[in-house]
């Protein structure tokens, strides 16, 4: 479907330029700028959903501070944060380890704060707020926003794979609908859960449970960088 779009107004801009005043031209390239971007998007996660699938992901576990993800993901999202003026918070204590796969939980983060800034209105003083804490053998990690909220149909629909699916965010952004759907395949890939709770209007919290880290190995630092993710021994 992004493709008849991108077809339709890239022969406009070809074949017909000579018709366009410079307004038209600079609405075409606004259009096709973006669509190409959600359509990159659209085929990166298909193309991830699909090595998951095919099981082509290595599963290497290890133990690591979650503020290391917590905080590469924040650097990441910040920007997006700032230009929808919502309060990107993290409250993941140091020292809360899990035993996991870093790059897989990683992704899980960003995913899920992603799509909570995705959701939460922009100038309304919205919060998205990541915390962690340790029960018994687990760990959980909560993203909780004061968005927009689901409907009990659309919580039971979040993590099928369902592409014609795809709800607009708070500034129109798009979707594809298959990060939630990469998140739940990362967390069952290390032994955990994932599960939601949300009322519309009162907003969104995914929590993520996964195992705690163990002794058997010595865990990534924190202030290690953030290209050390090999397992050590």
Known sequence: APFHGLLGFSEVL?????????????????????????????????????????????YHPINFELKQSSKIVCDVLKSLALNKKIDLIDRIPDGVKVNADINMITSVLQNLVSNALKFTPTDQQGQVILTAEAEDELVRISVQDTGLG?????????????????VKGTDNEKGAGLGLVLCKRFVDLNHGQIYVDSKEGQGTTFSVLLPKATNEHQALALAEPAGALKEKN
Request: hydrophobic share 35%; charged share 25%.
């Open 14 to 58: 070809a074949e017909e330029r000579h018709t366009l005043d410079d307004s038209s031209v600079q609405n075409i390239a606004d259009y096709l700028c973006e669509n190409a971007k959600s359509t990159y998007n659209l085929l990166e996660s298909l193309l991830t959903w699909a090595m998951a699938e095919g099981g082509r992901f290595v």
């Open 150 to 166: 689901m409907t009990e149909e659309q919580m039971q629909n979040l993590f099928k794979p369902n592409l014609t699916v795809s």
